[in-house]
């Protein structure tokens, strides 16, 4: 149980296309998910809280009008890098976290997504 | 804020040699503690977690205790295996109450490289 889909795990595309990450709940609900972008050899670093129904909650230093966050259901949430360019290259890695459970249980982790923009 | 520090790695082993990996962590609130395990290209994987001081967490010959008096949650296990090769990440996550809810604050990760 509590499997986290994620999709496309491997995009490559041009300079300046928006891309759209999906990040699924398969057997479970979840109203909170989680984006962190990973770069190579270094640890996560957390984007955004994504909220279903709401505003997603962005990190310090995070570019709201980049990384659109839309969390339309209790088992989808998507991530938008709008007008990409090289820099935005990166591992992009959801997470969610089950409502039936308490709180302080795990996350349940996507396997990513390779972003790479030429 | 809340803080996570692992040993610094990368950590190479003989296959069958005791692994340890240290974690100390600080935090505003009662955290919970987690490892977790990234595989080339992939996700993380939970590997172990406890919620509250003196637990042992244990998985696939991996474990970690939660020492509230050292704030410390080191990973061991008692022989490695090649396909223990991976990146570990030391995490904690506060509570409801705290501003932090839900969300993972991970140490640097430790790269282990398990040799035949």
Not at chain 1, 81 to 106: G, K, M, W
Not at chain 2, 62 to 73: G, H, L, M, P, Q
Not at chain 2, 88 to 99: K, W
Request: with cysteine; glycine share 8%; net charge negative.
């Amino acid at each position: 149980g509590a499997v986290v889909s994620q999709h496309p795990s491997w995009v490559i595309c041009k300079s300046g296309t928006s891309v759209k990450i999906e990040c699924r709940s398969l057997d479970f609900q979840a109203t909170t998910m989680f984006w962190y972008r990973q770069f190579p050899k270094q640890s996560l670093m957390l984007m955004a809280t994504s909220n279903e129904g709401s505003k997603a909650t962005y990190e310090q230093g995070v570019e709201k009008d980049k990384f659109l966050i839309n969390h339309a259901s209790l088992t989808l949430s998507t991530l938008t890098v709008t007008s990409a360019h090289p820099e935005d290259s990166s591992f992009y890695i959801c997470s969610a976290r089950d409502d039936a459970l308490y709180s302080n249980q795990p996350q349940h982790f996507g396997d990513g997504t390779r972003l790479s923009i030429l | 804020g809340d803080s996570v520090t692992q040993m610094e790695g990368p950590v190479t082993l003989s296959e069958e040699a005791f692994l340890t990996i240290n974690c100390t962590y600080t935090a505003t609130g009662y955290p919970s503690l987690f490892w977790y395990v990234q595989y080339p290209g992939e996700g993380l994987q939970l590997l172990l977690k406890a919620t509250k001081a003196d637990d042992k967490g244990s998985n696939k010959g991996f474990e970690a205790t939660y020492r509230k008096e050292t704030t410390s949650f080191h990973l061991e296990k008692g022989s490695v295996q090649v396909s223990d090769s991976a990146v570990y990440f030391c995490a904690l996550s506060v509570g409801a109450g705290g501003t932090s809810y839900g969300k993972l604050t991970f140490g640097q990760g430790t790269i282990l490289t398990v040799h035949p």
